[in-house]
């Protein structure tokens, strides 16, 4: 049972020292708060952390849903205490909300992230196309997953409005409701594999949930009438076994991802744009009316989006904001050269007023 949720000879081999002190290994299947539930080899547990532990890990080593642990089981207790935490596979970060200053551990060792937008109401190709670049510095595979297809009368728009953002990431159109889509879903979560739910409030993440596991382990609620926004249902995260031997991570809607460094991951999502900005005539030029400009004459003739351009300068820009804070030594140059590219632009482009938030 306990092997089925994705343990591996990498994660035996860092568990080995733990193993000597006589600790169990054991995946953070739910966590709410400093209250973590785990699958060990004695079955579920519940767990806090060993105070030593919660003193001394920063912020963000401290464990999340998807997490690999070493623990004190107490299994008479029904109880264990997390005294390490195993090297985490993959990693999905975001700046804490609000004051943007931390970084927030979203979920770990992850494999797939299903970026659920729903067809019928909210669909924002922008975020999702935020939601790729944030998933692929996680090093997980995106996958594209847009909802309630038998609530949408032309869902070709809004997928083919996907794809182009998607660079790579497949793309599924699919109803938990008529089941449509919902195979293609369930053979992309191999047995073993970690995949989590990621998206707005009300898309219907618990709904597909529950329609992979085949029953209802997730609450859902309908989305609220007047601005067909969702009521945040779920409100922890919750990793769930699916028959198929596959796992799914559950999470409560969020508006916005945000960004954590994403440098390679966002290389990856707008590789077209770097790959026309390496034809430019000058080496340094700055896409600002400069002669032999490849991004101007792309925009010029619409083979490159002027939405898609405004994207890439706006992760720019969150990029050299975090990148200020993060660590000022290590501010590049090349990243306060878009930010000033992006600025010529939009003075460029000013008095068409397109107005900059996405939401
Ligand atoms: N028509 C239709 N409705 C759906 C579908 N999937 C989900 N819904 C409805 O959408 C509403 C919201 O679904 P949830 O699964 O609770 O959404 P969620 O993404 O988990 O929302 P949070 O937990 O708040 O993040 C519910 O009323 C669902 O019945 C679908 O494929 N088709
Ligand atoms: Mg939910
Ligand atoms: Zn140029």
Same mark, same amino acid.
């Given at each position: 049972?306990?092997?089925?949720?994705?343990? &591996?000879? +990498?994660?035996?081999?860092?568990?080995?020292?733990?193993?000597? %002190?006589?600790?169990?290994?054991?995946?953070?299947?739910?966590?709410?708060?400093?209250?973590?539930? $785990?699958? #060990?080899?004695?079955?579920?547990?519940?767990?806090?952390?060993?105070?030593?532990?919660?003193?001394?890990?920063? *912020?963000?080593?401290?464990?999340?849903?998807?997490?690999?642990?070493?623990?004190?089981?107490?299994?008479?207790?029904?109880?264990? +205490?997390?005294?390490?935490?195993?090297?985490?596979?993959?990693?999905?970060?975001?700046?804490?909300?609000?004051?943007?200053?931390?970084?927030?551990?979203?979920?770990?060792?992850?494999?797939?992230?299903?970026?659920?937008?729903?067809?019928?109401?909210?669909?924002?190709?922008?975020?999702? *196309?935020?939601?790729?670049?944030?998933?692929?510095?996680?090093?997980?595979?995106?996958?594209? /997953?847009?909802? @309630?297809?038998?609530?949408?009368?032309?869902?070709?728009?809004?997928?083919?409005?996907?794809?182009?953002?998607?660079?790579?990431?497949? /793309?599924?159109?699919?109803? %938990?409701?008529?089941?449509?889509? !919902?195979?293609?879903?369930?053979?992309?979560? !191999?047995?073993?594999?970690?995949?989590?739910?990621?998206?707005? %409030?009300?898309?219907? @993440?618990?709904?597909?949930?529950?329609?992979?596991?085949?029953?209802?382990?997730?609450?859902?609620?309908?989305?609220?009438?007047?601005?067909?926004?969702?009521?945040?249902?779920? #409100?922890?995260?919750?990793?769930? !076994?699916?028959?198929?031997?596959?796992?799914?991570?559950?999470?409560?809607?969020?508006?916005?991802?945000?960004?954590?460094?994403?440098?390679?991951?966002?290389?990856?999502?707008?590789?077209?744009?770097?790959?026309?900005? %390496?034809?430019?005539?000058?080496?340094?030029?700055?896409?600002?009316?400069?002669?032999?400009?490849?991004?101007?004459?792309? $925009?010029?003739?619409?083979?490159?989006?002027?939405?898609?351009?405004?994207?890439?300068? @706006?992760?720019?820009?969150?990029?050299?904001?975090?990148?200020?804070?993060?660590?000022?030594?290590?501010?590049?140059? *090349?990243?306060?050269?878009?930010?000033?590219?992006?600025?010529?632009?939009? &003075?460029?482009?000013?008095? @068409?007023?397109?107005?900059?938030?996405? *939401?």
């Amino acid at each position: 049972m306990f092997e089925t949720y994705g343990w &591996s000879e +990498t994660l035996q081999n860092a568990f080995l020292p733990h193993a000597a %002190s006589g600790l169990v290994p054991g995946r953070v299947i739910v966590q709410q708060r400093g209250l973590y539930r $785990l699958i #060990t080899p004695f079955g579920e547990l519940n767990a806090g952390l060993a105070g030593r532990f919660a003193f001394t890990a920063r *912020e963000t080593e401290h464990p999340v849903a998807g997490d690999w642990v070493a623990a004190a089981a107490r299994p008479g207790e029904g109880a264990a +205490t997390i005294h390490h935490l195993l090297p985490r596979a993959t990693c999905f970060r975001r700046k804490a909300a609000g004051t943007g200053e931390t970084a927030q551990v979203i979920a770990a060792n992850v494999d797939l992230a299903l970026l659920v937008a729903s067809l019928n109401a909210d669909f924002n190709p922008r975020r999702l *196309e935020r939601y790729v670049a944030v998933t692929r510095e996680s090093g997980a595979t995106p996958v594209i /997953v847009l909802t @309630k297809a038998d609530a949408c009368d032309d869902p070709a728009g809004p997928i083919a409005a996907a794809e182009a953002v998607a660079l790579g990431a497949e /793309v599924v159109a699919m109803s %938990s409701l008529t089941g449509q889509g !919902l195979d293609t879903v369930r053979q992309l979560i !191999l047995p073993g594999r970690t995949a989590v739910l990621l998206g707005s %409030s009300g898309v219907g @993440k618990s709904t597909l949930l529950n329609a992979l596991a085949g029953k209802v382990l997730m609450a859902t609620q309908a989305i609220r009438e007047d601005d067909a926004r969702g009521r945040h249902t779920t #409100t922890h995260r919750e990793l769930v !076994l699916l028959p198929g031997g596959g796992l799914v991570l559950d999470t409560p809607g969020m508006r916005e991802l945000g960004l954590w460094d994403t440098g390679a991951g966002l290389s990856a999502t707008f590789a077209d744009i770097e790959e026309l900005a %390496s034809r430019c005539r000058f080496r340094d030029c700055s896409h600002g009316g400069e002669p032999g400009c490849a991004i101007d004459a792309a $925009l010029q003739d619409g083979s490159l989006a002027e939405d898609r351009w405004l994207s890439y300068g @706006k992760l720019q820009r969150e990029l050299a904001y975090l990148d200020r804070r993060e660590d000022p030594a290590m501010q590049s140059e *090349e990243r306060r050269n878009w930010v000033r590219r992006n600025k010529d632009y939009r &003075s460029r482009k000013r008095e @068409k007023d397109r107005g900059w938030g996405d *939401e």
